[in-house]
């Protein structure tokens, strides 16, 4: 007997597009990018121009502030990216 399994999907909140900065090398580089979407978890970012986008950096989710929250990639698809927040 095959039983459908449903996957609950965390409720993410679509952003359209809000601009905001990466932060690589301690801060030093920022690269604009765009909040698609977002939920307690992670989001979802795209850039504007293809970048080499490293595995781990930090997103400013609100630019005028300076907390950063510290995100990984778990997919890339062309210009956009899944990201996971780490603690």
């Known amino acids: 007997m095959i039983v459908d399994e449903q996957r609950t999907k965390v409720q993410r909140r679509e952003l359209r597009k809000r601009p905001t900065w990466m932060t690589i090398d301690n801060g030093m580089t920022k690269i604009q990018c765009f909040v698609l979407d977002v ?49």
């Open 39 to 87: 939920s307690p978890g992670g989001a979802k970012i795209a850039t504007d121009t293809a970048l080499d986008v490293r595995d781990s950096f930090e997103l400013a989710l609100v630019p005028e502030h300076t907390t950063r929250q510290s995100c990984e990639v778990v997919w890339r698809r062309g210009k956009t990216y899944g990201v996971k927040f780490l603690p």
